[in-house]
């Protein structure tokens, strides 16, 4: 099992910044990928960006290209995405995932932190 704890969720102005941390517990060793979805009201679940766990290449959705960021620091298990130049459409749940070695798509979830933009 992989537990995952995000933090660094709220209110901000559009223009903005925010930086989401996402801490990974338990069989980190399994990890071959982590990564942001969000789902904003209303709207399906949205794939945001995600980072290999060896190597550090990154993926992002077209909508915040240029935009948002994604990190990782091995050593201590986190996973930071840095969001800049917010705009209201960004508001949202955001979910910290986690994909496991020989395993397609995300097997874990966090519980989720809420992200809002003002205009």
């Known amino acids: 099992q992989v537990q995952l704890v995000e933090s660094g969720g709220g209110l901000v102005q559009a223009g903005g910044s925010l930086r989401l941390s996402c801490a990974a517990s338990g069989r980190t060793f399994s990890i071959s990928v982590m990564g942001w979805f969000r789902q904003a009201p209303g709207k399906e679940r949205e794939f945001i960006a995600a980072?290999?766990?060896?190597?550090?290449?990154?993926t992002f959705a077209d909508s915040v290209k240029g935009r948002f960021t994604i990190s990782r620091d091995n050593a201590k298990n986190t996973v930071d995405l840095q969001m800049n130049s917010l705009k209201p459409e960004d508001t949202a749940v955001y979910y910290c995932?986690?994909?496991?070695?020989?395993?397609?798509?995300?097997?874990?979830w966090g519980q989720g932190t809420q992200v809002t933009v003002s205009s």
């Open positions: 980072i290999r766990w060896s190597g550090g290449s990154t």
């Open positions: 995932v986690a994909g496991l070695i020989g395993r397609a798509g995300y097997d874990y």
